[in-house]
């Protein structure tokens, strides 16, 4: 919810994420294929894309496995009530690990829920994701005053976030 | 799927060259013909191993607000809940979970009060108290998996 790095976009780049957020074409040349869809020049395309993934607005271009087809089944969300002073360092650490995909710190809400730091651990089985979640209490140590993993039973519901929806 | 499937799933999980012909550039870092890398992404894509190809953006970066919801909900009121919560369009995805707080959505809005209207409005439609849980600081976000 912070705001605080929003960047301007132009009506442009607008069109380029909206054409975009689904994904590529896979033609040749995916970036002509844009161009021509939104009646741009291509080198402007480019331009505009090569600009937007240097300013962190797009994340990476590539792929996206369903993490369930290449075998990964146990999906964890581990929580941690760690001290608000020393989250910063612990969670780079813990965000560092290469079986955690997303590293965040979040509000506690008293007493219902006492943690803070919340880190998503991905393993074949439940044995690997278990070792994972070791791994993080020992990287830690004292500074976990406890923890837990909640592990999702059912996907509700499942649309992805857009622009437009919201506009 | 087999080990070019896989070489190609491990390299391509990032860094897709901007610029004319970006698949014959991956082609040959694969020892493939750019038409085959294409067609292969595209069968990955039709059978579901791939959920995507393209840009990820940094939603957070194109304006709006996204909050994390928890909520508790006790087995009898649960599919109810769960309808009257789906039936928002600003509620972007919803997982149940193991845990006491069972219900765990993300909310997409425009701005912070609309943010916390739409909380209290879902509050009121279900009789149930929202927690929310505002990323306030994010540490990493890798979705990188080796096939």
């Not at chain 1, 651990?121 to 004292?142: F, K, M």
């Amino acid at each position: 919810m912070r705001n605080s790095d929003k960047t301007t976009l132009d009506q442009i780049d607008r069109k380029i994420i909206e054409a975009t957020q689904a994904g590529f074409p896979i033609t040749a040349k995916p970036y002509h294929s844009i161009a021509q869809l939104l009646e741009l020049e291509p080198d402007l395309v480019i331009e505009r894309i090569g600009k937007l993934l240097e300013q962190g607005i797009i994340r990476r271009i590539g792929v996206v496995p369903n993490h369930y087809r290449l075998g990964y089944r146990s999906n964890g969300m581990t929580v941690w009530d760690v001290p608000d002073e020393k989250i910063n360092e612990l969670g780079k650490k813990v965000g560092g690990l290469d079986f955690v995909s997303h590293c965040y710190h979040r509000p506690r809400h008293l007493p219902d829920w006492p943690y803070n730091l919340f880190a998503m651990v991905h393993g074949r089985d439940q044995q690997t994701t278990d070792n994972y979640v070791s791994e993080i209490a020992d990287i830690l140590g004292d500074a976990n005053r406890q923890h837990t993993v909640l592990y999702s039973t059912r996907i509700l519901k499942k649309t992805g976030m857009r622009i437009g929806n919201t506009q | 799927m087999n080990e070019v499937d896989r070489s190609i799933i491990n390299h391509m999980q990032e860094g897709f060259p901007v610029c004319e012909r970006p698949f014959a550039i991956l082609a040959e870092q694969l020892n493939l013909e750019e038409k085959e890398l294409m067609q292969r992404v595209q069968a990955l894509l039709d059978d579901g191993t791939l959920s995507r190809f393209g840009p990820l953006y940094n939603i957070e970066m194109l304006g709006g607000v996204y909050c994390l919801v928890a909520m508790q909900i006790p087995e009898h009121d649960l599919e109810k809940v769960i309808e009257t919560v789906n039936s928002y369009p600003e509620v972007a995805h919803n997982y149940e979970r193991t845990h006491e707080l069972n219900v765990w959505f993300v909310l997409a809005a425009e701005t912070e009060s609309q943010l916390e209207g739409l909380l209290t409005d879902i509050e009121k439609q279900t009789g149930y108290p929202t927690f929310a849980m505002p990323k306030l600081d994010e540490y990493f976000v890798r979705l990188k998996f080796d096939a």
